[in-house]
């Protein structure tokens, strides 16, 4: 049973790639007209875990754009639906309730790289059924305009800039 005076811990995972005609973009998993991450709730399974933040951040990488996510300096390539972390740190975003001011949820985020274009969306293990209705790769030049959850953005744009930083973008 949860404790509903603590905020909700989740993770995830910014998982960006050089596209040959947009410059570098970050994956994004589209819901009606606002777009999210794959992330999801820390569970019980993940504490037993080294890294239940890392562990989670993995699996919700998996379930929900069907992309494995392997360990700093792995090899990429075009055609395997795998990211590599780009750092071992990771990012809080906090969602406030404009009601209250309260924290009700924490989402730690990890960035990763891919060469992969490919990524598909996977229906909820538990019951079948899909959480978003695509992937779509969002340039860049367009995160800060586009429809991503407010309070998530600030930890796409920490992503991005190690993306920048590491690849000279």
Same mark, same amino acid.
């Given at each position: 049973?949860?404790? !509903?005076?603590?905020?909700?811990?989740?993770?995830?995972?910014?998982?960006?790639?050089?596209?040959?005609?947009?410059?570098?973009?970050?994956?994004?998993?589209?819901?009606? !007209?606002?777009?999210?991450? #794959?992330?999801?709730?820390?569970? *019980?399974?993940?504490?037993?875990?080294?890294? #239940?933040?890392?562990?989670?951040?993995?699996?919700?990488?998996?379930?929900? $754009?069907?992309?494995?996510?392997?360990?700093?300096?792995?090899?990429?390539?075009?055609?395997?639906?795998?990211? $590599?972390?780009?750092?071992?740190?990771?990012?809080?975003?906090?969602?406030?309730?404009? !009601?209250?001011?309260?924290?009700?949820?924490?989402?730690?985020?990890?960035?990763? *790289?891919?060469?992969?274009?490919?990524?598909?969306?996977?229906?909820? #293990?538990?019951?079948?059924?899909?959480?978003?209705?695509?992937? +779509? =790769?969002?340039?860049?030049?367009?995160?800060?305009?586009? $429809? +991503?959850?407010?309070?998530?953005? #600030?930890?796409?744009? =920490?992503?991005?800039? +190690?993306?920048?930083? $590491?690849?000279?973008?």
């Amino acid at each position: 049973m949860s404790d !509903k005076t603590q905020p909700e811990t989740s993770a995830g995972v910014v998982v960006m790639r050089l596209d040959p005609k947009k410059g570098p973009c970050v994956l994004a998993l589209r819901i009606g !007209k606002r777009f999210d991450l #794959p992330k999801g709730h820390v569970e *019980e399974a993940h504490t037993r875990m080294g890294d #239940p933040i890392l562990a989670c951040a993995a699996d919700e990488l998996d379930q929900e $754009a069907d992309i494995t996510l392997l360990p700093i300096g792995s090899s990429l390539n075009s055609t395997t639906q795998i990211a $590599a972390l780009l750092t071992d740190q990771n990012f809080t975003c906090s969602n406030i309730s404009p !009601k209250t001011g309260a924290v009700k949820k924490n989402v730690f985020l990890y960035a990763a *790289e891919t060469q992969c274009a490919r990524a598909r969306i996977k229906p909820n #293990p538990d019951n079948g059924i899909l959480e978003h209705d695509e992937v +779509i =790769w969002i340039p860049f030049s367009r995160v800060e305009i586009s $429809a +991503i959850h407010p309070y998530l953005k #600030p930890g796409v744009l =920490w992503a991005m800039s +190690i993306f920048q930083e $590491a690849h000279g973008v």
